[in-house]
């Protein structure tokens, strides 16, 4: 009859009747790891400047819109109302780039701004100031 091989000891004396793997090959020392060359030539790049000068140029190109309505609405080519009608819709489409016109987020800030414009005393007044009426 064929004997039940022994189950390997389990415990702490498991170890002591371990049977040794052999020594352990001794490990080379590296001097260079590959493709470190340019992970450090990255480290030693400059930061990009660019993110900044997107902003600015964005707020340029912001400015030169809200002068252009301005400019318009001075010769007399745009009424007050239509003025501030395309100021809400120049901010509308600034804020939520990528967003349709039927966005529901683009038609909700839509209807705030031109809350405010209604609402707001101090946007009221101007928008009168600039219709010509002084009342």
């Known amino acids: 009859m064929a004997s039940k091989p022994s189950e390997p000891q389990k415990g702490i004396g498991a170890a002591d009747k371990a049977q040794a793997a052999g020594r352990a090959a001794p490990v080379q020392k590296i001097s260079n790891v590959e493709g470190s060359e340019q992970v450090e030539a990255a480290a030693k790049a400059a930061p990009i400047g660019a993110p900044a000068a997107i902003g600015a140029v964005g707020k340029a ?21 239509q003025a501030v009608e395309e100021l809400i819709e120049d901010t509308v489409r ?33 928008v009168r100031r600039l219709s010509g009426d002084q009342e």
């Not at 190109?61 to 109302?81: F, Q, W, Y």
């Open 61 to 81: 190109v912001s400015a030169d819109r809200v002068a252009s309505i301005a400019d318009r609405l001075r010769k007399g080519v745009i009424t007050p109302p």
């Open 94 to 126: 600034t804020s939520l780039p990528g967003l349709t016109e039927s966005s529901p987020l683009t038609q909700k800030l839509r209807e705030i701004l031109q809350s405010y414009a209604k609402d707001d005393p101090y946007l009221f007044a101007k």
